[in-house]
């Protein structure tokens, strides 16, 4: 294939046009307007995605927290032990679920093996993962 | 509307249309207003034509056949791919926004230079029909250059559904690479290596992310992401990405 984009011969000679719809950034990142169910499943995993680097971040800020000592650690367990933290818990949970179910999904569908089933593989492991998130909630509740 | 109103067609009323609007060279775009008396059986493109007849002359659109088979009149009407010409207005709500296909270049108003889509074909795949020409037909020399694969009306629906084009100018869309998975199943002397390699590229088959916007999108059940899903299945069966 070649490496120049399709159609840029054509485009550098009429010069230039409105290059993308309206209604959608300059980046073109995300349009959800009238999509379908492939369309939100391909929104939620970006969005999820963005959540999942985000929380590793948090993740490693946590974890620096060791550096100042039994205090500040401590302090950081009473706060993470809160009804306002484990709900975040939760969220985090039902990111992680998502995006790596719906990964399976796009992997299961992406290599040829099931091209014509992503909304029952939706819906289905749809399922699963609410199941999951159900499960881990009550083990949350109960921990506390 | 200019024609006779059939009795069955209901009583007349009014939607607004809100119409995207841009004049190459001219900066910036905008989006106009229009009350369009409409029936039970007006279509966008017959709401469209009304305005152009009666209220702004300067308007431009692209339509032909007015049945689904040409796919020129492809658009977006409340964010959604559709046919102009096949696209009922009674139940598209108060206001209806109306705007040129995404993820190729906006020519004037609601046309797109559809020559970019037609560019990101690899050179195999034709583009008329051998069941077109007639029997005693004597067509000219180098015409099995342009034979087009079946089905696909090359409205650009799909190209404009397609979030990873919206995100990528490189990737060559949903309709080149059905197009390519139309030739492996029916090759038609087509060398099959070169379609395979053509779509064995980080912007071909790989770019696609499974989601299934163009086969929503597709007005004549081409059902582009399932072939491209079909395609990677061939090219991972015969070693993978180069």
């Known amino acids: 294939m070649s490496e120049r984009p399709p159609g840029a011969d054509a485009r550098e000679e009429r010069g230039p046009v409105l290059r993308k719809g309206v209604g959608i950034p300059a980046s073109g990142w995300i349009d959800p307007r009238g999509r379908a169910l492939g369309g939100f499943a391909f929104s939620a995993n970006r969005v999820t995605g963005l959540g999942l680097v985000f929380y590793l971040y948090l993740h490693l800020g946590v974890l620096s927290l060791l550096l100042g000592g039994e205090r500040s650690w401590n302090d950081f367990i009473r706060l993470a032990t809160s009804w306002a933290f484990l709900s975040l818990d939760v969220l985090l949970i039902l990111g992680i679920l998502y995006h790596g179910l719906n990964g399976i999904r796009v992997a299961l569908v992406g290599s040829g093996i099931v091209a014509d089933r992503q909304r029952a593989l939706w819906w289905s492991l749809g399922a699963v993962g609410t199941i999951a998130l159900i499960a881990a909630t009550l083990h949350i509740i109960g921990s506390r | ?242």
Request: proline residues 7%; hydrophobic residues 40%.
């Open chain 2, 1 to 242: 509307m200019t024609e006779a109103i059939p009795a069955e067609a209901g009583p007349e009323r009014s939607r607004t249309f809100r119409v995207y609007r841009y004049t190459r060279g001219e900066p910036g775009w905008r989006f106009d207003l229009f009350d369009v008396p409409i029936t039970s059986r007006t279509t966008v493109l017959g709401a469209l034509r009304w305005i152009q007849l009666h209220r702004d002359r300067t308007l431009s659109i692209r339509h032909s056949c007015l049945h689904a088979s040409c796919g020129t009149c492809g658009i977006q009407v409340n964010g959604r791919e559709v046919l102009a010409c096949v696209t009922d207005v009674d139940d598209l709500g108060a206001t209806i926004t109306v705007e040129p296909l995404a993820n190729i270049p906006v020519l004037t108003d609601l046309v797109v230079d559809m020559r970019e889509f037609v560019a990101r074909f690899p050179d195999e795949i034709p583009s008329v029909r051998a069941a077109e020409q007639l029997p005693r037909a004597v067509p000219p020399d180098g015409i099995d250059e342009y034979e087009r694969f079946e089905d696909c009306i090359e409205c650009g629906l799909c190209l404009s559904a397609c979030p990873v084009s919206a995100t990528s100018d490189g990737y060559v869309g949903p309709a080149a690479l059905a197009a390519a998975q139309r030739l492996l199943e029916e090759p038609r002397g087509v060398d099959r290596d070169r379609i395979l390699d053509w779509a064995d590229d980080p912007l071909g088959a790989w770019r696609c992310h499974a989601v299934f916007e163009c086969t929503a999108a597709c007005p004549s059940n081409v059902r582009p992401a399932e072939r491209i899903m079909a395609l990677r299945g061939t090219l991972a069966g015969r070693g993978g990405a180069s």
